[in-house]
């Protein structure tokens, strides 16, 4: 098959990974980014150049585009590869809203009837103002728009939800993205990554991974798009998969198929495991970043045969078939990410890293230049390992981050200590 994959992250370059465990696949990134490069053929379009994408799809005989980021979605990438006849792996627009639109996926969850947080909708910043004073801290203030990870504030004072009211609507620091701004109940629990593959009318589970937001040790410092993940998370084993689909997955795409566009792709449940049950933070209309990197570590069915089946409408007759071993990657960052940061550092030792080890380095920010590995982003490589519970996937994945060397690079040392905790108390 002749395979498109757009974005240039390290969740692109685990799909690139992925399909090309079939030799016989020829796949490209657009443009992809310095792990993609030996596997796929990069090319020079950008990832939201929707026209230039469509054209290169249909001159390239690609048979299968997989779009990696949101934004191509929302964009319309797959009404469009539709219109020119080339399979595209995603939701259209209008679906893609419920990423792109908070207050469009909330009005969703109230009609499919899923739990979620209570919820105020604001258009006025003294109104705004008004609603939180009147509902105290701790609050949730978020972005209706994309704003880059950036939208959303978990206020644990007055002063603090008032200050994001501010910024985002007053100096409008997000842009047009907080024109409409949520004002969301605070909860408490745990966080888990839900996910499943939908052809518009059936969702297939996959396992559960477990992602960590915020840049520092104990999930403290601002959140960044995600600094590790593991899979399987052990508060969300297997067999709670298919309850899990009936309640957050399942009633939404009934919902989107009766408004006329059944959702087909990634439908990605951000969940909070409340002391109240399983409520949805958000959803993601697409595979997560970091949490695509363990998953396709422990896939072993094929994905574009997957992929093609949600396309064609025939998910419910495909079975997925995973490693029941753990797997966990690492992000290893530039310093200052989620801020500025530098570029350019020179990577070395990932030819150590993952001799003999069954460990994957994906790259999530790294170009060639004349012969070195060069950074070129904030999440540089996601150092990803498999063990057969978390404690051995954890020891094999950060036993593979010594033998990296970065100059200003820096990680978490606790991705997948949570569960770890977790499993030692229950
Ligand atoms: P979101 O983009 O909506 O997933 O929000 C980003 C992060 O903010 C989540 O991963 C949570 O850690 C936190 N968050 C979002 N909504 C809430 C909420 N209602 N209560 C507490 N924390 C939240
Ligand atoms: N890892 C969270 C996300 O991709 O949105």
Redesign the pocket.
Known sequence: MRILVIGSGGREHALVWKFRQHLENTVFAAPGNGGTDGLAQNTRIAADAIPELVDFARREKIDLVVPGPELPLTLGITDAMNRAGIPCFGPDAYCARLEGS?SFAKEIMVEAGVPT?ACATFTNLVAAKDYARKQGAPL?I?ADGLAA?K??V?AQSLEEALAALDEMMGKKIHGAAANTVLI?????GE?VSFLCLCDGREALPLPSAQDH?AVFDGDTGP?TGGMGAYSPAPLLPDNQLERMADLVIRPVMKSMAGRGHPFTGVLYA?L?LTANGPKV??YNVRFGDPECQPLMLRLESDLATLMLACIEGRIAREELVYTRATALGVVLCASGYPGSYPGGMEITGLDEAEKDTGVIVFHGGTVHKEGRLLSSGGRVLCVTALGSGLVAAQQNAYGALKKICMPNGFYRRDIGTKGINFLQDN
């Open positions: 908070k947080a949730v978020k990870g939208g959303v978990v969301e109940e605070y909860l408490t966080e937001k959140n951000g909070m933070l958000e």
